[in-house]
């Protein structure tokens, strides 16, 4: 691939994620390589990081091929001095442009869009969009505890405080709590509190119990219906914070295994939207992530 001619350069992009990592090589319409791996070591706040990207890109791409640039949507990439950084020291060992940006900021790109919003709802939730100069901004996310609204840890968060409300109230477990109380192998309602309080991972260990609030929703609880029209609300305004801050959100790419894995968070998320914030349009993202992050690599040459 050194000797690829110049109408053909060899770009690379990588979509870091939560649990894995997806590299994906081009030359003109030629995929080199298609690589995906754990993103088990990566650790954005850590010096190491530059390194973990560096060893990827050497270690995914054929014998002797040089990229000709690179971008990298990475998990937990937080703020734009922070990408910077780290794509600076990429840029220093590989010695190609290198673009390091949050990877919620692959989605816009990812649909051939050139602006717009991406939601990104799996076990956590963020939004991020572009001012007209075109610093870009993050709203939501802040973590299971605090945030993570509509993503699958807040869900459950805000399901287990419904099941407690409807406890204080003297109402009998209904198929909500019922199903957390299995979900978490506690006997009673008041359980779930140290249940919840428990977990050494918090997103992962309350996240993975996401599909009980659905479940139960199916079964009529009109509780978990509520928990769910919430979540899809608070992703909508998220969305509307963006749009009061200048941000142009008329087309809003949404991602992650959450939103668009149960359709009625996503219906309950797109019918708030239209309220919230008249004339954006949701858009559910077909292709992988990693797409978005080839062409913001492109967009280097």
Do not use: N
């Amino acid at each position: 691939m050194q000797d690829s001619p110049p109408s053909c350069p060899l770009v690379v992009g990588v979509d870091v994620g939560g649990t894995k990592t997806h590299l994906r090589a081009l030359a003109g319409d030629a995929t080199v390589a298609d690589h995906v791996r754990s993103s088990t070591g990566w650790r954005p706040h850590d010096p190491s990081a530059a390194r973990w990207l560096t060893d990827l890109v050497r270690e995914a791409l054929p014998a002797g091929a040089r990229p000709s640039a690179l971008a990298v949507g990475a998990h937990a990439c937080e703020t734009p001095r922070q990408c910077a950084e780290i794509g600076d020291a990429v840029r220093l060992s590989l010695g190609v442009p290198t673009r390091v940006v949050g990877d919620a900021e692959l989605l816009v790109p990812a649909a051939g869009l050139d602006k717009g919003v991406g939601l990104v709802a799996g076990t956590g939730s963020v939004v991020v969009g572009r001012l007209p100069d075109g610093d870009p901004v993050q709203v939501g996310g802040w973590g299971a505890v605090l945030g993570d609204e509509g993503g699958a840890a807040g869900l459950v968060r805000e399901a287990a405080r419904a099941v407690w409300a409807a406890h204080d109230r003297g109402e009998e477990p209904g198929a909500l709590a019922l199903g957390l109380l299995t979900a978490f192998g506690v006997p009673e309602v008041p359980a779930l509190g140290a249940a919840l309080e428990g977990a050494s991972d918090v997103s992962a260990e309350w996240g993975r119990h996401a599909p009980v609030v659905f479940a139960a929703a199916a079964d009529g609880s009109a509780l978990a219906r509520s928990v769910i029209a919430d979540a899809g609300a608070a992703l909508a305004a998220l969305v509307a914070r963006l749009a009061a801050r200048g941000v142009a959100v008329d087309d809003v790419v949404v991602a992650g295994g959450t939103v668009l894995g149960q359709p009625a968070l996503y219906d309950a998320f797109a019918a708030a939207l239209a309220d919230a914030v008249p004339g954006a349009r949701a858009r559910p993202l077909t292709v992988p992530p990693v797409e978005g992050a080839v062409a913001l690599a492109r967009s280097l040459l």
